[in-house]
């Protein structure tokens, strides 16, 4: 049914398919097969980040990958670090140092700026 409903949007002039709950590396087979334009797949959900990779779906012919939540759950697990060596510590040493990262820059380098 989404396959019918995306390229009735792209007969009628649609620029993009994206089609939502892609959980299996088949299913985006099947969707690339049948969709006649350009298509969006959102990775890295919980029902799917097992199932392929962006390198997968680029090889299928994904024409975007959109990542709606892994950055949510990156922060999250990123806070549940901080707060864990804050209580661990009883204090706040390793932010200070910059010994925790979230990303190319140590937090007081961001703090600074």
């Known amino acids: 049914m989404a ?5 009735l949007y792209l007969d009628a002039g649609a620029d ?3 089609i939502t709950y892609v959980e299996t590396l088949d299913e985006v087979k ?7 334009g350009p298509v969006s797949i959102a990775a890295g959900m919980p029902y799917n980040i097992r199932e392929f990779s962006i390198a997968d779906l680029k090889e299928c012919g994904v024409a ?16 549940s670090r901080s ?3 804050i ?8 932010i200070i140092k ?14 600074n700026k």
Do not use: C, W
């Open 30 to 36: 099947q969707i690339m097969k049948k969709v006649k």
């Open 16 to 18: 993009l398919a994206f």
């Open 83 to 85: 707060l864990r060596q």
């Open 64 to 79: 975007r990958v959109s990542l709606p939540t892994i950055l949510i759950f990156s922060s999250l697990q990123a806070i």
């Open 3 to 7: 396959i019918k409903r995306v390229n």
């Open 87 to 94: 209580m661990e510590e009883d204090g706040f040493s390793s």
């Open 98 to 111: 910059g010994e925790l990262l979230y990303s190319d820059h140590k937090l007081t380098d961001l703090l």
